[in-house]
């Protein structure tokens, strides 16, 4: 990278190192699918039957978006994930809307990629009913492409990714990105924060100066598993990029700003296949969630990045079992409930 030393590996570094998880056999990821479908089917927990609000939805299209990024990706990522294929993903599910998130288009795509969720929210023909879409907040042209956008109320608010190589440590705190943060809440927009888990001390810093804005901290801040594993590197410098107690004590400083939340999402991408993911993930969504409390957490999917450690229906049927001891009221909240409040969402259709 050309910020940091190479062992701190960004998100999107380690979804390519996944590469050879993925390489499993069909029968080995259908036996797990069967699996967590047997537990699911014949328990009945009444989780089940939960509204899911999906806060984490990407579809993407190769032939009408560029992804530069994808180009380094995993191979399994590499191919059409759209409507009919999230349908499938989701199927037996209750899922009962969901917001799109941006997938990090080239630039001149950004434009695009807006016009054509726009029209996929207005034709009400799927769960999509609103989107984060993707802008550059640190660009003096930030303000006139988000001011297109006031009388679209499907558009929740914006993000950048923020973790990749070429992008600066600190670039949340340039002068420009903290005058588009204030934008962003005088028009009631949120910021999707999706950065290296080594920076959320930026994020707590930039969530101070701009308290009229809604930050939603994305992958509850990008946790790495083998950080909280006792037989691991712990030092900063080892493969996590961030060690346990560091990643906790930012945690908590960052959910002291009231104007942000957590997506208890995307960490299930980087469990191996094999791996006990509720073990691995427990420290991690457990914190989070009494961190923030009960009434700041959402639930993402992020299909379809989370294949890379298990379909969408067992990164579900993970996070119902890390949550099964929460009271029914406090579930609610994290599937469905608080999605509704913070991204401002009305009734599915």
């Known amino acids: 990278m050309?910020?940091?030393?190479?062992?701190?590996?960004?998100?999107?570094?380690?979804?390519?190192?996944?590469?050879?998880?993925?390489?499993?056999?069909?029968?080995?990821?259908?036996?797990?699918?069967?699996?967590?479908?047997?537990?699911?089917?014949?328990?009945?927990?009444?989780?089940?039957?939960?509204?899911?609000?999906?806060?984490?939805?990407?579809?993407?299209?190769?032939?009408?978006?560029?992804?530069?990024?994808?180009?380094?990706?995993?191979?399994?990522?590499?191919?059409?994930?759209?409507?009919?294929?999230?349908?499938?993903?989701?199927?037996?599910?209750?899922?009962?809307?969901?917001?799109?998130?941006?997938?990090?288009?080239?630039?001149?795509d950004q434009q695009k990629e807006a016009d054509l969720l726009l029209a996929q929210i207005a034709n009400g023909r799927t769960p999509t009913k609103a989107a984060i879409i993707s802008g550059r907040p640190d660009s003096e042209g930030f303000a006139s492409f988000i001011r297109q956008?006031?009388?679209?109320?499907?558009?929740?608010?914006?993000?950048?990714?923020?973790?990749?190589?070429?992008?600066?440590?600190?670039?949340?705190?340039h002068e420009q990105f903290i005058r588009s943060m204030h934008l962003l809440g005088e028009m009631g927009l949120s910021y999707d924060l999706c950065m290296r888990p080594a920076e959320i001390g930026d994020a707590v810093k930039l969530a101070q100066k701009c308290p009229e804005t809604q930050f939603v901290l994305d992958h509850c801040g990008n946790a790495r598993p083998e950080a909280f594993q006792k037989s691991k590197d712990q030092s900063p410098a080892g493969p996590s990029g961030h060690t346990a107690d560091q990643w906790k004590r930012d945690i908590d400083d960052l959910a002291k700003c009231v104007n942000v939340s957590c997506k208890i999402s995307g960490v299930i991408a980087s469990v191996k296949q094999g791996q006990d993911k509720v073990e691995l993930l427990s420290p991690i969504i457990n914190h989070c969630l009494d961190a923030f409390g009960p009434d700041r957490v959402v639930f993402g999917g992020d299909w379809p990045v989370c294949r890379l450690g298990g379909t969408f229906a067992e990164w579900v049927s993970t996070l119902r079992t890390i949550t099964m001891q929460r009271s029914v009221a406090d579930k609610n909240k994290l599937w469905h409930q608080n999605a509704r409040r913070i991204y401002r969402l009305s009734d599915a259709a």
């Open 149 to 173: 956008f006031a009388d679209k109320p499907a558009i929740k608010g914006v993000r950048q990714v923020l973790h990749p190589g070429t992008t600066p440590r600190g670039l949340c705190l």
């Open 2 to 108: 050309n910020h940091r030393s190479s062992s701190h590996i960004s998100r999107r570094n380690w979804l390519t190192t996944a590469v050879a998880a993925m390489a499993t056999t069909a029968a080995g990821q259908q036996g797990l699918s069967s699996a967590a479908a047997a537990i699911s089917g014949t328990t009945q927990s009444p989780d089940e039957h939960i509204p899911i609000i999906d806060t984490h939805q990407h579809l993407w299209d190769l032939k009408q978006l560029r992804t530069p990024w994808l180009e380094s990706a995993p191979e399994e990522l590499r191919q059409r994930f759209h409507n009919e294929e999230y349908a499938t993903a989701t199927a037996g599910l209750p899922i009962d809307q969901c917001v799109y998130m941006e997938i990090d288009v080239h630039p001149d």
